[in-house]
């Protein structure tokens, strides 16, 4: 058996609104059907959106303490907090800071990251290495969180049917047999990063009463991204961090990608030449919930009983920027 210090998967957990956004909403606030279109072409049937008064560092806390509860690890155990998210509570400062305070965990470092929808798989990657590089961290909690119903322009029916909030994570724990994190690779196609995002908030566009009252400010996608863009990089990535980790595509138990859109799940799968039945879905109850949907998948797959201990997992993450993001682990 191995002796190399590795991280491992110890816990999942995830957190979403109670307010619950039927597709009928949408019907009624465009006067159009477009309820037989999500649910036909996308799988989706609603989404979760924070109420008044409710904000993503009320999911991250959350999902944080329904992780640290099933691993049966405190607050005060922690050794690094990394929240990956692009609706941040603040620009300043971070909000992995807001919930160590929250959490108590007074012995954590904290920081967040930003790689879009890539976050939660980018920020696994680094926290595994984190443990792997230096002994003195062991427990390090890692979510992705989004906020995104707070940044929807409601009369465009692109982007305000599919956005939802959620958060979701996992506590990641240093493993002294080498089980758990076995292959990670980044890849960025920054020439689309002016096709999808959020144009305002930061140091060229500050915020301001003009930019607020500018929907074009929201959360909007400028041009539409090649449908084959996706499954063609997350095939590549995936069979590139499976073979580099010693193993074969027909080895892996569970996917999880980021759940945007089904039809490239199917693709790419369907490129793998692997069954569905080893790519969890959220989306039809949940919409598109970021850099949150690929733990909050895990977490399905887990509650589910569809992953056993052993078991050869990959992460598939992909969004604005644009940012990719693959992991193999063994859970």
């Known amino acids: 058996m191995s002796t190399n210090r590795n991280a491992r998967i110890l816990a999942t957990g995830t957190a979403v609104p109670d307010r619950i956004v039927p597709n009928a909403y949408f019907d009624e606030i465009l006067g159009e059907n477009v309820s037989e279109w999500l649910e036909e072409n996308l799988t989706i049937k609603e989404r979760r959106w924070l109420s008044e008064g409710e904000s993503v560092i009320d999911l991250i806390e959350q999902a944080a303490r329904t992780i640290l509860e099933n691993a049966g690890v ?11 998210t692009d609706t941040p509570e603040y620009i300043s400062p971070s909000t992995a800071s807001v919930l160590q305070d929250r959490l ?4 954590a470092g904290t920081f967040d990251l930003n790689a879009a929808c890539a976050g939660f798989v980018t920020g696994i990657d680094m926290g595994a290495k984190y443990i792997q590089a230096d ?3 062991k427990y390090i909690l890692v979510i992705g969180a989004y906020g995104m119903s707070r940044f929807l322009n409601l009369e465009d029916k692109k982007t305000v049917t599919l956005f939802a909030d959620g958060a979701s994570g996992v506590l990641l724990g240093a493993d002294p047999d080498g089980i758990g994190h076995l292959q990670g690779l980044l890849h960025t196609e920054g020439q689309y990063a002016d096709w999808m995002g959020i144009y305002a908030g930061g140091v060229k566009t500050p915020v301001s009463k003009e930019v607020l009252e500018n929907k074009d400010q929201l959360l909007k996608f400028v041009k539409k991204f090649p449908k084959e863009l996706n499954p063609i990089t997350w095939e590549k990535m995936i069979r590139k961090v499976v073979t580099d980790s010693g193993h074969e ?3 892996v138990k569970q996917i999880f990608f980021t759940q945007i859109n089904i039809n490239s799940i199917q693709a790419t799968m369907g490129a793998l ?3 569905m039945n080893k790519a969890q879905t959220v989306m039809s109850y949940y919409g ?4 949150a ?8 797959a887990q509650k589910q009983g569809k992953l056993d201990r052993g ?3 990959v992460f598939m993450g992909s969004g604005g920027g644009l940012a990719f993001a693959s992991s193999a682990w063994t859970w």
Do not use: R, V
Request: aromatic letters at 6%; one cysteine or more; hydrophobic letters at 35%.
């Open 273 to 275: 030449d692997l069954s």
């Open 104 to 107: 108590g965990a007074t012995g």
């Open 311 to 313: 078991d050869l997992i």
């Open 293 to 300: 949907c690929i733990p909050m998948a895990m977490h399905e």
């Open 135 to 137: 002994p003195q961290y």
């Open 288 to 291: 598109y919930t970021g850099s």
């Open 249 to 251: 595509i027909n080895q």
């Open 74 to 84: 405190k607050p005060d155990q922690l050794d690094l907090i990394i929240i990956s």
